[in-house]
T-cell receptor, first 112, second 115 residues
Framework: QKEVEQNSGPLSVPEGAIASLNCTYS??????FFWYRQYSGKSPELIMF????GDKEDGRFTAQLNKASQYVSLLIRDSQPSDSATYLC????????????FGRGTSLIVHP | GAGVSQSPSNKVTEKGKDVELRCDPI?????LYWYRQSLGQGLEFLIY????????KSGLPSDRFSAERTGGSVSTLTIQRTQQEDSAVYLC?????????????FGPGTRLTVL
């Protein structure tokens, strides 16, 4: 059973702070890792993806991947109230599968 | 360019009726996925298409659920004899052809309510 685990939260941070969202996965052969943002009542929106160990930065977002420890994280710098949403981690497994496994998401609240 | 579109955006039906949900993927995307999301819950995988074939339909919850895809593009998810537990948001996503990183782009969803 391939699993992706996220703390459901809510994670509450003040405006301007760094929000750190974490995700662990069970399949060592996993290849690609994705972060989606889902506002209440809306569909998931792809923020970024990462496939190599290390950091990948895109604006205020940084994804970090550590395959040895089987975790991927998303850092949001200078958090804004508009970042308040549920963040879904998804992992593309190895073995030729094209079905990503989604975590249940972490709720982020950025308060003014 | 145009994103994934789904219709209808909302559907209210009576228990026992059949419903059809439609998904138009992003042009050129060969992979198409259907998911279901109940209120406050995570994404539940239903079925995956590569082209017109469905190599993985393991998530379909019962034989009342079926899906097809034609012309490597539009997909229809059909639920027969709807039950109240079928009420959820049905999401469609598409991905670029194999060889990409399999990133998924979601449509806005269809909210199904079974009375």
């Amino acid at each position: 059973q391939k699993e992706v685990e996220q703390n459901s939260g809510p994670l509450s941070v003040p405006e301007g702070a760094i929000a750190s969202l974490n995700c662990t996965y069970s399949d060592r052969g996993s290849q690609s890792f994705f972060w989606y943002r889902q506002y209440s009542g809306k569909s998931p929106e792809l923020i970024m993806f990462i496939y190599s160990n290390g950091d990948k930065e895109d604006g205020r977002f940084t994804a970090q991947l550590n395959k040895a420890s089987q975790y991927v994280s998303l850092l949001i710098r200078d958090s804004q109230p508009s970042d308040s949403a549920t963040y879904l981690c998804a992992v593309k497994p190895g073995g030729g599968s094209y079905i990503p496994t989604f975590g249940r998401g972490t709720s982020l609240i950025v308060h003014p | 360019g145009a994103g994934v579109s789904q219709s209808p955006s909302n559907k209210v039906t009576e228990k026992g009726k059949d419903v059809e949900l439609r998904c138009d993927p992003i042009s050129g995307h060969t992979a198409l996925y259907w998911y279901r999301q109940s209120l406050g819950q995570g994404l539940e995988f239903l079925i995956y298409f590569q082209g017109n074939s469905a190599p993985d339909k393991s998530g379909l919850p019962s034989d009342r659920f079926s899906a097809e895809r034609t012309g490597g593009s539009v997909s229809t998810l059909t639920i027969q004899r709807t039950q109240q537990e079928d009420s959820a948001v049905y999401l469609c996503a598409s991905s670029p052809p194999p060889g990409s990183y399999n990133e998924q782009f979601f449509g806005p969803g269809t909210r199904l309510t079974v009375l």
